[in-house]
Every structure is written in C-alpha cells, then in structure tokens.
Nanobody, 122 residues
Framework: QVQLVESGGGSVQAGGSLKLSCAASEYRYHMAWFRQVPGKEREGVAAIVAGGAATYYADSVKGRFTISRDNAKNMLYLQMNSLKVEDTAMYYC??????????????????WGQGTQVTVSS
C-alpha cells in the first residue's frame, strides 16, 4: 500500500493561486486529486497516469488547475490558479494501481491521504 501525505492548503483570496503537494511512498500508481465540501460527495478534480503522459480534468477546473508529478521525488502536485470561492473544499490525494476511464469516481481509488483544506474568500 502506498502512503499519501498532502500539504500546501491554506486561505487565499479569489483570483489567487495555491500549489498542493502530495508525498507518496512510491511512484507506480495512477493518481488523482479530489475535493469535498461538507454534505456533498467527493468530487474528482484531476488525474494523472503513472508515467505522467496523460492528464484529465473536471470541466470546472480546466484551464485553471494543472496536475503534475515528479516520479523521481515520489511527488504529486496540483497548481491552482484563478481560484474561485467555489473551489473551497478539503482536497485529497488518491492513488490506484489499475487504470480505467472512470478517473473521477472516488470508488476507483483505494489509497487516500488525510486531506488539506483550501479556503478561497471573496
């Protein structure tokens, strides 16, 4: 099992930027970022395949967020620009061993980090 630890969350004004990081104990996993607000289901934000050659984004973040990974450092990143109030959520790093097209389904992932809070104010 891979261990995942997120960092980089915080408070920022609308229009600002944050970069989330996820330290993984190993790199051979397909990985993703999810977010969740109280009372709502966990939402897939972005995903990246194990080798880093392909990335996927939710429509709500396309053009503003960038997912990347550095396998030499066992790190996953989410660069978030032009942040909106509606981006406020707990953000989670997730990993899975097998790839399917259902990258945004939380049930597809069996390893999760503890989450890092992102708060965007107007």
């Amino acid at each position: 099992q891979v261990q995942l630890v997120e960092s980089g969350g915080g408070s920022v004004q609308a229009g600002g930027s944050l970069k989330l990081s996820c330290a993984a104990s190993e790199y051979r996993y397909h990985m993703a970022w999810f977010r969740q607000v109280p009372g709502k289901e966990r939402e897939g934000v972005a995903a990246i395949v194990a080798g880093g050659a392909a990335t996927y984004y939710a429509d709500s973040v396309k053009g503003r967020f960038t997912i990347s990974r550095d396998n030499a450092k066992n790190m996953l990143y989410l660069q978030m620009n032009s942040l909106k109030v509606e981006d406020t959520a707990m953000y989670y790093c997730a990993a899975r061993t097998s790839w399917t097209v259902y990258w945004s389904r939380a049930a597809e992932y069996n390893q999760w980090g503890q989450g890092t809070q992102v708060t965007v104010s107007s």
